[in-house]
């Protein structure tokens, strides 16, 4: 902790309720697969979300918000250690367990006094450490009447949507669980928005009226980037007719996968019938559509997107009850909120759904913070953040030593106004699970301000350079193109630099 912030945490001009207790609280809310397109406070174009949009309105929105690895275990796992990948050991869901006895940001904050709390998705395979209060989703975790694990390994299913469920233990967490006498963090993991983006039952109905607008780049064909050719993500190939676009043959002898009666099948009887009459008569029109080529394609963009965005607006609500909660108990003023997601997603942007690619849609992930009394930021924060940011920043709130250890940077000097001018000026990111689900190929790259480069390896070795600036959709691939020299040369430099300092074992060789 710097001389600044501790006099800021200890100063007089801090509200009655932080100065008793002497530090901030954190609430911390993370969803999985939202993405900044589904956001109204970054981009209105797609839906409203006025619950999130409060947030950035009462506080602050970054708008160069990045993830070092995209997908959810490895986010979590930066998220909670503040290191890239390499160094928490947790690179890819297919095969990770996270190693729970290594440091992480709530051991610390509990050495800090905190009190510390998760509820809702884990997916890190190891129980949870460093919680004084855990119960969490299995795996994904189920949208309907969903199952949670117990501190004591017993599973409850509780009745409900998955979202509200996960916002009433939170609430109930804050007021009869928690120890008054301590600052807390608690930890708000939603399983919204994540796939087969199931409803709440009482939306069902929303936006079924409306269109939303093809983006540019759905048709891409994916000329001169061979790895982004060869994934298996498309809305129009890989997108599931049954399981994510929930068309099935209504009165057909086997209509249902077993997978989509695994999550479908969880309703009680009444919410399954109203569920499967929606369905049903969208199907039976469908079928006697009998849609094909780019009319097909565009039909499951739009169930894709519909139900998507009726994930969203439970969410939406469930975050403005939380807020609502922190207002009416008097802990608005010495908590910090932060909500963000686990990385962003393609709402059919390069024809995709999914995300694990370094492009622009999945590398970003929302950030909007309320700030507690005694942060001044308000508006806009433009300077280059990533996940491993957090566990710094909050260590830094909580008064707690930053281990050296740690790789990202404390957000604090950002949160109270600065504009650090040794602020990082790129951003380093690698992927890693392949071959797997969607075969997005390994990779790694920089990222800086206007350009970014990708070296894609392991059973392929293809570069790609982007001038964001002038290809903001990432289409044309300038690696090697006459008059990049120059900038390919520096933004390789920029790499070897950045893989030196986390110290990734797989990095470019001296020379390259
Ligand atoms: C599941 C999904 C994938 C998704 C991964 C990882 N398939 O395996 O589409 O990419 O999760 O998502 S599904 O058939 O099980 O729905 S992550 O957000 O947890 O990383
Ligand atoms: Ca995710």
Redesign the pocket.
Known sequence: MNKTTALLLMGSALPAAVAAQGRYNVVYIMT??HTMQMMSCYDSTLVETPNLDRIARDGVKFVNSYVANS?????RACMLTGKHSHKNGFTN?EHGVFDGSQQTMPKLMQKAGYQTAIIGKW?LVSDPTGFDYWNILPA?GDYYNPTFINMDKTQTREKGYVTNIVTDKSIDWMEHKRDRSKPFILFVHHKAC???WLPEIKYLHEYEDKTFPVPETFYDHYEGRPAAAAQE?SIDEDM?MV??VKMYRPGAKTPLTP?YLSMVGRLDTEDRAVYDHFYDSLSTDFYARNLTGNALAEFKYQRYMRDYAKVLKSLDDNVGRLLDYLDASGLSDSTLVVYTS??GFYMGEHGW????FMYEESLTTPLVMRLPKGLDARGEISEMVQNIDYAPTFLELAGAPIPDDIQGESLVPLLRGEHPRKWRKSIYYHFYEYPA??MVKRHYGVRDERYKLIHFYNDIDVWELYDLQNDPHELHNLYGQPGTEKVTKRLRKELRKLQEQYDDPIRLQPGM
């Open positions: 999985d697969d997908l959810s275990g490895p986010s869901n997916h994904q994540h796939r087969a993500m599931d399981y994510d997978t686990d990385q759904f999914d995300k694990r689900e969607h």
